[in-house]
């Protein structure tokens, strides 16, 4: 998919170290990607292999770093309300009610208070939370919680999503309910999205590409495409081909032995 609407992101020649008491530590080498404007790309790989610090260097919360990244174009400089963030847990103030801690992540858009109320209503309702709106996050369960972080990331009108596993700590139900979602308001937006993973079907289900990254230090080991057409099917043959070949990657990426015979998405779990 590619839209005007989502900005493009070019990084070549990344590297990141990070001081150690033993000297600097390599998190990442050499990472070289290109994502089109509106894609939905999925980065997976072992724990350490620097996905999440990815996220961080394009999101601009992290610039100790040597090589390019440029979004839309452009270096990057700091945080910007074009790049949003999701992260695993909902970040939502306690003492504010969802519709006002949607309302925060669009404070510096300049609307009115009308078109904020407005923006912020339309929002709610996009991600189910209407009836919700005057609620304090300790009245949500994780499901709707998680959907009030989706609104008011989106509330800064961003036209690059980060989302660093932000369903993994969800139960089965909810975590599917919300890919769905996340797919929907991405075919309705044309943001490009970036999401970070450690559940191949989750990567299949979603991504346009799959990025394969291995540790010590952090490398892209291969890139799948995925080219299924929408909406998936998760139990056609196709896309278990997909879950096979991302399984074998990351078979590859973390050294870890084949278990005949195993659920390849399982296997690949428990070896993360």
Avoid at 33 to 59: N, Y
């Amino acid at each position: 998919m590619s839209d005007a609407r989502g900005l493009p992101l070019h990084i070549s020649r990344l590297d990141k170290h990070y001081a150690g008491k033993a000297g600097p530590r390599t998190v990442l080498r050499g990472i070289d990607l290109d994502v089109e404007a509106g894609a939905f790309v999925t980065l997976i790989g072992p724990s350490g292999c620097g996905k999440s610090t990815v996220l961080r260097l394009v999101a601009g919360l992290d610039r100790d770093y040597a090589g390019t990244i440029r979004v839309g174009g452009a270096p990057i400089h700091g945080p910007d309300l074009a790049r949003g963030m999701l992260f695993q847990e909902h970040r939502l103030f306690p003492w504010l009610t969802v519709r006002q801690n949607v309302a925060l992540g669009a404070f510096h858009s300049g609307r009115t208070p009308a078109a904020l109320d407005a923006h912020v209503g339309a929002l709610l309702e996009r991600v189910g939370l209407g009836h919700a709106a005057d609620l304090f996050p300790s009245q949500l369960s994780g499901g709707m919680a998680q959907r009030a972080s989706i609104a008011r990331t989106l509330a800064g009108d961003p036209r690059l999503l980060l989302l660093d596993e932000p369903f993994s700590a969800l139960d089965a139900f909810n975590r599917l309910a919300l890919q769905l979602e996340l797919e929907r308001l991405w075919q309705r937006t044309g943001i490009t999205m970036i999401l970070v993973s450690h559940d191949i079907e989750e990567a299949a289900y979603l991504s346009d590409r799959i990025v394969v990254l291995e540790a010590d230090p952090g490398r892209i080991r291969t890139v799948v495409d995925n080219p299924l057409p929408r909406p998936r099917d998760r139990l056609s043959p196709a896309f278990n081909a997909i879950k096979a070949r991302l399984f074998d990657a990351l078979h590859v990426a973390t050294g870890t032995p084949h278990a005949g015979g195993a659920d390849p998405a399982t296997i690949a779990e428990e070896a993360l």
